[in-house]
């Protein structure tokens, strides 16, 4: 079945940097494209960004000119590499894989299979 | 960016309620709505795709509807395993929003 997993997490410096992984099995993963979400202790979701099938990505505000997504389709796997982080980075961070609905033909895009998350967090 | 409030925040319900969440868009979103609940500790499970369709395993007492910049999700008949907070999320246009959560508690 459609399984995604996210490693790479810890603790990190304000200003340091990290790469997170993304590793996914059950599907054809070269087709998909892949997001990173992101969600503060005890609070909501933010969409961090994504890659799309052929490498074009997309980023919150929050985080452009900081973050990259890179892929490796030949590993199945997708990167967050993740620049100047500051506290407000401090997050549980999720991949998940987006979907076309291809059973409706209603042309909506969801996230569909989520990992369990790895978590960063940014302190001194 | 497309803002999404979602209403009410905080929803007490009992086992055998039907209860109705609201996602409402700054601007027009087409199909691309989703609804998710999420379990502490645990990450987000789609429920709803394209505004009303139901993701495969999910049980028929959760429904969505709405167009525009309104939307609804409503779960008939609370079972104990629907406590949980809620989110809608608009994937029309970048970058992609949730709402702030709806947490369905007892």
């Known amino acids: 079945q459609v399984q995604v997993a996210e490693s790479g997490g810890g603790l990190v410096k304000p200003g340091g940097s990290l790469r997170l992984s993304c590793t996914a099995s059950?599907?054809?993963?070269?087709?998909?494209?892949m997001n990173w979400v992101r969600q503060t202790p005890g609070k909501g979701l933010e969409w961090v960004g994504c890659?799309?099938?052929?490498?074009?990505?997309y980023f919150a505000d929050s985080v452009k000119g900081r973050f990259f997504i890179s892929r490796d389709n030949a590993r199945n796997s997708v990167f967050l590499q993740m620049n100047s982080l500051t506290v407000d980075d401090t997050a549980v961070y999720f991949c998940?894989?987006?979907?076309?609905?291809?059973?409706?033909?209603?042309?909506?895009?969801?996230?569909?299979?989520w990992g369990q998350g790895t978590l960063v967090t940014v302190s001194s | 960016d497309i803002q999404l409030t979602q209403s009410p925040s905080f929803l007490s319900a009992s086992v055998g309620d039907r209860v109705t969440i609201t996602c409402r868009a700054s601007?027009?979103?087409?199909?691309?709505l989703a609804w998710y609940h999420q379990k502490p500790g645990e990450a987000p499970k789609l429920l709803i795709y394209?505004?009303?369709f139901l993701q495969s395993g999910v049980p028929s007492r959760f429904s969505g509807s709405g167009s525009g910049t309104e939307f609804t999700l409503t779960i008939n008949s609370l079972q104990p395993e629907d406590f949980a907070t809620y989110f809608c999320?608009?994937?029309?246009?970048?970058?992609?929003?949730f709402g702030q959560g709806t947490k369905l508690e007892i």
């Open positions: 998940a894989r987006e979907v076309t609905d291809e059973v409706n033909f209603s042309g909506s895009v969801h996230l569909d299979s």
């Open positions: 059950g599907f054809i993963f070269r087709h998909y494209y």
């Open positions: 890659i799309s099938n052929s490498g074009v990505t």
């Open positions: 601007q027009g979103i087409s199909v691309s």
């Open positions: 394209g505004v009303s």
């Open positions: 999320q608009q994937l029309n246009t970048y970058p992609y929003t």
